[in-house]
Protein backbone atom coordinates (compact mmCIF):
# COMPACT_ATOMS: atom_id res chain seq x y z
CA UNK A 1 0.00 0.00 0.00
CA UNK A 2 1.49 3.25 -1.14
CA UNK A 3 1.61 5.48 2.05
CA UNK A 4 2.01 8.80 -0.29
CA UNK A 5 -0.52 9.03 -3.18
CA UNK A 6 -0.58 12.07 -5.66
CA UNK A 7 -2.67 12.88 -8.47
CA UNK A 8 -3.04 13.69 -10.92
CA UNK A 9 -0.65 11.44 -12.55
CA UNK A 10 0.52 13.61 -15.36
CA UNK A 11 -0.79 17.47 -16.13
CA UNK A 12 -0.26 19.96 -19.43
CA UNK A 13 -0.99 23.75 -18.65
CA UNK A 14 -0.35 26.44 -20.98
CA UNK A 15 2.61 28.78 -20.17
CA UNK A 16 1.37 31.55 -18.08
CA UNK A 17 -1.15 29.61 -16.41
CA UNK A 18 -1.40 28.22 -12.49
CA UNK A 19 -2.11 24.97 -11.29
CA UNK A 20 -2.44 22.73 -8.30
CA UNK A 21 -0.78 19.68 -7.41
CA UNK A 22 -2.22 17.08 -4.88
CA UNK A 23 -0.56 14.77 -2.19
CA UNK A 24 -2.44 12.39 0.17
CA UNK A 25 -0.38 10.21 2.52
CA UNK A 26 -1.07 7.68 5.66
CA UNK A 27 2.16 8.42 7.47
CA UNK A 28 1.16 9.24 10.89
CA UNK A 29 2.80 10.49 12.90
CA UNK A 30 5.33 12.63 10.80
CA UNK A 31 7.56 15.20 10.89
CA UNK A 32 7.85 17.09 8.15
CA UNK A 33 6.12 16.86 4.16
CA UNK A 34 8.97 17.94 1.28
CA UNK A 35 7.99 18.78 -2.17
CA UNK A 36 10.66 17.72 -4.22
CA UNK A 37 11.11 18.91 -8.18
CA UNK A 38 12.83 16.22 -10.12
CA UNK A 39 14.03 17.31 -14.14
CA UNK A 40 13.89 14.37 -16.56
CA UNK A 41 17.11 12.49 -16.10
CA UNK A 42 18.45 14.27 -12.98
CA UNK A 43 17.89 13.96 -9.66
CA UNK A 44 15.25 15.80 -7.33
CA UNK A 45 15.73 19.13 -5.92
CA UNK A 46 14.31 20.50 -2.58
CA UNK A 47 11.63 22.74 -3.64
CA UNK A 48 9.61 23.61 0.50
CA UNK A 49 10.16 21.52 3.75
CA UNK A 50 7.27 21.88 6.18
CA UNK A 51 7.00 20.47 9.55
CA UNK A 52 3.91 19.23 10.80
CA UNK A 53 2.87 22.25 12.45
CA UNK A 54 3.41 24.83 9.28
CA UNK A 55 0.08 25.00 6.96
CA UNK A 56 1.90 27.32 3.75
CA UNK A 57 5.65 27.12 2.57
CA UNK A 58 6.52 29.58 -0.35
CA UNK A 59 9.47 29.21 -2.45
CA UNK A 60 9.31 31.91 -5.87
CA UNK A 61 6.11 31.13 -7.70
CA UNK A 62 5.86 27.70 -5.68
CA UNK A 63 3.57 27.82 -2.70
CA UNK A 64 3.00 24.36 -0.86
CA UNK A 65 0.01 23.73 2.31
CA UNK A 66 -0.29 21.43 4.18
CA UNK A 67 -3.67 20.25 6.15
CA UNK A 68 -2.50 17.81 8.71
CA UNK A 69 -6.01 16.72 9.88
CA UNK A 70 -7.41 15.88 6.41
CA UNK A 71 -3.57 14.46 5.56
CA UNK A 72 -3.55 16.47 2.49
CA UNK A 73 -0.42 18.93 1.14
CA UNK A 74 -1.05 20.46 -1.98
CA UNK A 75 1.23 22.19 -4.36
CA UNK A 76 0.36 25.98 -6.02
CA UNK A 77 2.84 26.85 -9.28
CA UNK A 78 1.74 30.61 -10.15
CA UNK A 79 2.34 31.78 -13.71
CA UNK A 80 3.81 29.31 -14.97
CA UNK A 81 7.15 28.42 -17.36
CA UNK A 82 8.29 26.24 -19.88
CA UNK A 83 11.21 25.30 -17.29
CA UNK A 84 8.49 24.27 -14.62
CA UNK A 85 8.29 21.25 -17.35
CA UNK A 86 9.41 18.24 -14.15
CA UNK A 87 8.11 15.66 -11.92
CA UNK A 88 7.13 17.37 -8.51
CA UNK A 89 7.52 14.88 -5.60
CA UNK A 90 5.65 14.36 -2.48
CA UNK A 91 7.65 13.53 0.17
CA UNK A 92 6.60 12.57 4.30
CA UNK A 93 9.24 11.78 6.94
CA UNK A 94 7.92 9.70 9.75
CA UNK A 95 8.13 11.18 13.23
CA UNK A 96 10.65 8.92 14.57
CA UNK A 97 12.51 7.53 11.62
CA UNK A 98 15.92 7.93 13.14
CA UNK A 99 16.88 10.36 9.88
CA UNK A 100 16.46 10.97 6.11
CA UNK A 101 16.78 7.34 5.34
CA UNK A 102 13.05 7.06 6.00
CA UNK A 103 11.85 9.37 2.98
CA UNK A 104 8.79 8.09 1.58
CA UNK A 105 8.43 9.26 -1.60
CA UNK A 106 4.89 9.69 -3.39
CA UNK A 107 5.09 8.22 -7.35
CA UNK A 108 5.21 11.80 -8.80
CA UNK A 109 3.07 14.19 -11.19
CA UNK A 110 4.62 14.72 -14.34
CA UNK A 111 4.18 18.61 -15.59
CA UNK A 112 4.07 19.61 -18.77
CA UNK A 113 3.82 23.59 -19.82
CA UNK A 114 3.52 24.14 -23.33
CA UNK A 115 4.01 27.63 -24.97
CA UNK B 1 30.93 22.54 -8.71
CA UNK B 2 30.26 21.54 -5.22
CA UNK B 3 27.23 19.28 -5.76
CA UNK B 4 26.98 15.42 -5.36
CA UNK B 5 28.26 13.91 -8.19
CA UNK B 6 27.79 10.40 -9.89
CA UNK B 7 29.83 8.24 -12.17
CA UNK B 8 29.21 7.21 -14.54
CA UNK B 9 25.48 8.99 -15.90
CA UNK B 10 24.66 5.82 -17.73
CA UNK B 11 25.28 2.59 -17.76
CA UNK B 12 24.11 -0.65 -20.73
CA UNK B 13 25.31 -3.85 -19.63
CA UNK B 14 24.44 -7.69 -20.65
CA UNK B 15 22.20 -9.62 -17.82
CA UNK B 16 25.14 -11.56 -15.66
CA UNK B 17 27.62 -8.94 -15.36
CA UNK B 18 28.95 -7.26 -12.75
CA UNK B 19 28.40 -3.17 -12.62
CA UNK B 20 30.18 -0.30 -9.82
CA UNK B 21 28.56 2.90 -9.66
CA UNK B 22 30.51 5.77 -7.52
CA UNK B 23 29.17 8.88 -5.66
CA UNK B 24 31.05 11.73 -4.81
CA UNK B 25 28.98 13.19 -1.75
CA UNK B 26 29.35 16.99 -0.78
CA UNK B 27 32.54 17.65 0.90
CA UNK B 28 32.16 17.61 4.22
CA UNK B 29 28.71 15.52 4.06
CA UNK B 30 28.77 12.73 6.68
CA UNK B 31 25.47 11.18 5.71
CA UNK B 32 25.02 9.28 2.12
CA UNK B 33 22.41 7.45 0.76
CA UNK B 34 21.42 5.38 -2.37
CA UNK B 35 18.24 5.10 -3.77
CA UNK B 36 16.66 3.53 -7.03
CA UNK B 37 14.03 5.04 -8.39
CA UNK B 38 12.23 2.87 -11.91
CA UNK B 39 10.03 4.95 -14.44
CA UNK B 40 7.32 7.10 -13.00
CA UNK B 41 7.67 6.15 -9.61
CA UNK B 42 9.58 7.96 -6.88
CA UNK B 43 12.88 6.95 -5.64
CA UNK B 44 13.17 3.68 -3.02
CA UNK B 45 15.85 3.41 -0.09
CA UNK B 46 18.14 1.25 -0.39
CA UNK B 47 21.04 1.77 1.76
CA UNK B 48 22.40 4.92 4.44
CA UNK B 49 26.19 5.43 5.79
CA UNK B 50 26.95 7.72 8.59
CA UNK B 51 30.52 8.42 7.81
CA UNK B 52 32.04 4.76 7.20
CA UNK B 53 29.36 2.76 8.97
CA UNK B 54 26.25 1.25 6.73
CA UNK B 55 23.74 1.78 9.25
CA UNK B 56 20.77 0.45 7.09
CA UNK B 57 20.13 -1.83 4.52
CA UNK B 58 16.75 -2.16 2.53
CA UNK B 59 15.12 -5.39 1.74
CA UNK B 60 15.67 -3.99 -1.66
CA UNK B 61 19.48 -4.61 -1.46
CA UNK B 62 19.57 -8.11 -1.88
CA UNK B 63 22.36 -10.08 -1.62
CA UNK B 64 23.81 -9.13 -5.21
CA UNK B 65 24.21 -5.55 -4.65
CA UNK B 66 26.75 -4.37 -2.26
CA UNK B 67 27.83 -0.61 -1.42
CA UNK B 68 30.85 0.54 0.59
CA UNK B 69 32.08 4.00 1.56
CA UNK B 70 35.46 2.98 3.28
CA UNK B 71 37.30 6.36 3.59
CA UNK B 72 33.69 7.84 4.88
CA UNK B 73 33.61 10.14 1.74
CA UNK B 74 32.97 8.56 -1.82
CA UNK B 75 30.79 5.92 -1.96
CA UNK B 76 30.78 3.01 -4.81
CA UNK B 77 27.38 0.17 -5.09
CA UNK B 78 27.98 -2.64 -6.56
CA UNK B 79 25.33 -5.08 -8.81
CA UNK B 80 26.85 -8.44 -9.31
CA UNK B 81 25.04 -10.68 -12.04
CA UNK B 82 22.64 -8.06 -13.28
CA UNK B 83 19.28 -9.16 -14.05
CA UNK B 84 16.86 -6.83 -16.51
CA UNK B 85 15.17 -5.95 -13.18
CA UNK B 86 17.90 -3.80 -12.13
CA UNK B 87 17.66 -1.63 -14.89
CA UNK B 88 16.32 2.24 -12.83
CA UNK B 89 17.82 5.17 -11.78
CA UNK B 90 20.41 4.73 -9.51
CA UNK B 91 20.51 8.39 -7.21
CA UNK B 92 22.98 8.87 -4.68
CA UNK B 93 22.63 11.77 -2.37
CA UNK B 94 24.44 13.06 0.91
CA UNK B 95 22.98 15.66 4.13
CA UNK B 96 25.24 16.95 6.41
CA UNK B 97 24.26 15.55 9.57
CA UNK B 98 25.31 18.36 11.50
CA UNK B 99 21.77 20.22 11.71
CA UNK B 100 20.19 16.84 13.15
CA UNK B 101 16.77 16.41 13.25
CA UNK B 102 14.50 15.25 10.28
CA UNK B 103 14.46 18.59 8.93
CA UNK B 104 17.70 18.62 7.55
CA UNK B 105 18.24 18.77 3.93
CA UNK B 106 19.28 16.17 1.17
CA UNK B 107 20.62 17.08 -1.61
CA UNK B 108 20.90 14.41 -4.72
CA UNK B 109 23.28 13.76 -7.01
CA UNK B 110 21.80 13.43 -11.21
CA UNK B 111 22.30 9.88 -10.88
CA UNK B 112 23.38 6.65 -12.99
CA UNK B 113 20.73 5.43 -15.36
CA UNK B 114 20.77 1.20 -15.64
CA UNK B 115 19.92 -0.04 -18.73
CA UNK B 116 20.58 -4.38 -18.05
CA UNK B 117 19.90 -6.00 -21.75
Known amino acids: KNQVEQSPQSLIILEGKNCTLQ??????????LRWYKQDTGRGPVSLTI?????NTKSNGRYTATLDADTKQSSLHITASQLSDSASYIC??????????????FGAGTRLAVHP | DTGVSQDPRHKITKRGQNVTFRCDPISEHNRLYWYRQTLGQGPEFLTY????????KSRLLSDRFSAERPKGSFSTLEIQRTEQGDSAMYLCASSSGREGGTNEKLFFGSGTQLSVL
Open chain 1, 91 to 104: VVIPMFSGGYNKLI
Open chain 1, 50 to 54: MTFSE
Open chain 2, 49 to 56: FQNEAQLE
Open chain 1, 23 to 32: CNYTVSPFSN
